[in-house]
């Protein structure tokens, strides 16, 4: 059975690895007509995809999966139609293989130009969001990628009608097959194999939760960019306008609690927590949210629960929200880069100075002054859509578009030159 298991997944890995190969004879134009018959068969196929995410809910609750869970999980209308939109502003996006990022002329007449490629093959491990599958689909195929795609097995249904509407366009089109590949087989011994073959496979990107992630960096022999959690925080300067942090306070835990970009702790200058944190706690209260406070907090806020070491560190994904009182700015960012995991913090302020050291001294993917944690997502960038959020520093960093799912090479024009 196993070996059964390997050749399958081995065979499906080298069709991959083949059809990469082949994108790079496909024309822009042809890549853009495809995602867009994408988007316009989301649409079509709407009712589809919405009773496989149905199945996929019933089972969820009969497992009683968390509430964030099932969040990411729920597909609507208005969830389709912006993984359609999503789709149209891929193909709207310049297409960056084959755009030159640099060139110069040696004194031996060698004219060298750096130029952007396809990284080859993608294989993107997922969980609990449907959306990934089309995002992803159309982001690979735009840069030139192949993707194999390898869903959680609580979003099967939907994950499996997804690809199939997106499959039977580029068949249509009459693309070369294993361009889009998608694992079916729940079974988990199914990531171990993937994840050996590097002959074939040229990066892997898993996006899901922290055990997935270790997982992976412990057992793959490609090269990983992490789509890792995030504890975001949002860190109230003492000058800030109260009104407009309680507005990005509220926006980045209230508004999707459930996703990576929403914030995990706030942070307080003590000059201002009297005055600031009862109004600010109460408004958090007042949208069901559970607050876990410092002791400072919880001498001026008594409903505050209490916070252990293991809040600062932790990525709730959930109505739940650490505060801290701190001393002043640079408590606050020796806070974020000890606890933080590199992903997205802001601060709320009006003096520019303190903005700029902020923006300076925090070492994450997007830092923020005065705007809300949840903009670090690929289609509020202006990149159509992300195939993840990396917390790495190499390559990519931040919400991955199409050039960061590029590299490059370098072509050298001569006219005869030898090297002496």
Same mark, same amino acid.
């Given at each position: 059975?196993?070996?059964?298991?390997?050749?399958?997944?081995?065979?499906?890995?080298?069709?991959a690895?083949?059809?990469?190969?082949?994108?790079? $004879?496909?024309?822009?134009?042809?890549k853009?007509?495809?995602?867009?018959?994408?988007?316009?068969?989301?649409?079509?196929?709407?009712?589809?995809?919405?009773?496989? $995410?149905?199945?996929?809910?019933?089972?969820?609750?009969?497992?009683?999966?968390?509430s964030?869970?099932?969040?990411?999980?729920?597909?609507? @209308?208005?969830?389709?139609?912006?993984m359609?939109?999503?789709?149209?502003?891929?193909?709207?996006?310049? +297409?960056?293989?084959? &755009?030159?990022?640099?060139?110069?002329?040696?004194?031996?007449?060698?004219?060298?130009?750096?130029?952007?490629?396809?990284?080859?093959?993608?294989? *993107?491990?997922?969980?609990?969001?449907?959306?990934?599958?089309?995002?992803?689909?159309?982001?690979?195929?735009?840069?030139? $990628?192949?993707?194999?795609l390898?869903?959680?097995?609580?979003?099967?249904?939907?994950?499996?009608?997804?690809?199939?509407?997106c =499959?039977?366009?580029?068949?249509?089109?009459?693309?070369?097959?294993?361009?889009?590949?998608?694992?079916?087989?729940?079974?988990?011994?199914?990531? +171990?194999?993937?994840?050996?073959? +590097?002959?074939?496979?040229?990066?892997?990107?898993?996006?899901?939760?922290?055990?997935?992630?270790?997982?992976?960096?412990?057992?793959?022999?490609?090269? *990983?960019?992490?789509?890792y959690?995030?504890?975001?925080?949002?860190?109230?300067?003492?000058?800030?306008?109260f009104?407009?942090a309680?507005?990005?306070?509220?926006?980045?835990?209230?508004?999707?609690?459930?996703?990576?970009?929403?914030? @995990?702790?706030?942070?307080?200058?003590?000059? *201002?927590?009297?005055?600031?944190?009862?109004?600010?706690?109460?408004?958090?209260? /007042?949208a069901?949210? =559970?607050?876990?406070?410092?002791?400072?907090?919880?001498?001026?806020?008594?409903?505050?629960?209490?916070?252990?070491?293991?809040?600062w560190?932790? =990525?709730?994904?959930?109505?739940?929200?650490?505060? &801290?009182?701190?001393?002043?700015?640079?408590?606050?960012?020796?806070? *974020?880069?000890?606890?933080?995991?590199?992903?997205?913090d802001?601060?709320?302020?009006? /003096?520019?100075?303190?903005?700029?050291?902020?923006?300076?001294?925090?070492?994450?993917?997007?830092?923020?002054?005065?705007?809300?944690?949840?903009?670090? /997502?690929?289609?509020?960038f202006?990149?159509?859509?992300?195939?993840?959020?990396?917390? +790495?520093?190499?390559?990519?960093?931040?919400?991955m578009?199409?050039?960061?799912?590029?590299?490059?090479?370098?072509?050298?024009?001569?006219?005869?030159?030898?090297?002496?």
């Open positions: 059975m196993k070996k059964d298991l390997e050749r399958s997944l081995s065979k499906l890995a080298r069709q690895k083949d059809a990469s190969h082949l994108l790079g $004879n496909i024309s822009c134009e042809k853009k007509d495809a995602i867009l018959k994408m988007s316009e068969a989301l649409l079509s196929h709407k009712d589809e995809i919405l009773a496989a $995410n149905k199945l996929d809910l019933k089972n969820a609750f009969k497992k009683k999966l968390s964030s869970f099932v969040e990411r999980l729920t597909l609507s @209308e208005k969830r389709i139609q912006e359609a939109q999503s789709l149209r502003e891929i193909a709207g996006l310049d +297409d960056p293989v084959g &755009k030159c990022i640099s060139s110069w002329k040696r004194p031996n007449g060698l004219v060298i130009s750096k130029v952007r490629v396809p990284i080859g093959t993608i294989l *993107i491990l997922y969980e609990a969001r449907p959306n990934v599958t089309s995002d992803c689909i159309g982001l690979c195929l735009k840069s030139g $990628n192949s993707v194999i390898r869903g959680g097995s609580d979003a099967l249904h939907s994950n499996t009608a997804i690809f199939k509407v =499959e039977g366009v580029l068949k249509e089109a009459g693309l070369p097959k294993g361009i889009i590949s998608f694992v079916k087989i729940a079974d988990r011994r199914s990531i +171990d194999i993937l994840l050996r073959l +590097d002959s074939c496979i040229d990066l892997v990107m898993p996006r899901g939760g922290e055990s997935l992630i270790n997982e992976v960096r412990s057992k793959s022999k490609i090269p *990983i960019i992490k789509h959690k995030g504890v975001c925080h949002v860190y109230v300067e003492k000058s800030a306008d009104a407009m309680q507005g990005i306070i509220l926006n980045a835990k209230v508004q999707r609690p459930s996703v990576c970009n929403a914030a @995990e702790t706030l942070l307080v200058d003590q000059s *201002i927590a009297k005055e600031f944190l009862p109004t600010m706690i109460e408004c958090l209260e /007042d069901k949210v =559970e607050v876990r406070g410092c002791p400072l907090t919880r001498r001026i806020v008594s409903s505050a629960k209490k916070a252990t070491e293991a809040d560190f932790a =990525e709730y994904l959930d109505l739940i929200l650490a505060v &801290k009182v701190v001393k002043n700015i640079d408590e606050a960012i020796a806070h *974020i880069n000890r606890y933080g995991s590199n992903h997205s802001a601060i709320v302020t009006r /003096d520019e100075r303190q903005a700029e050291k902020f923006l300076q001294e925090v070492d994450s993917a997007c830092v923020y002054a005065n705007a809300s944690t949840r903009f670090t /997502d690929g289609f509020q202006g990149f159509g859509a992300e195939i993840g959020i990396s917390t +790495d520093k190499l390559h990519a960093r931040g919400p578009g199409l050039e960061e799912l590029t590299t490059y090479k370098y072509v050298i024009r001569g006219s005869g030159q030898i090297r002496e």
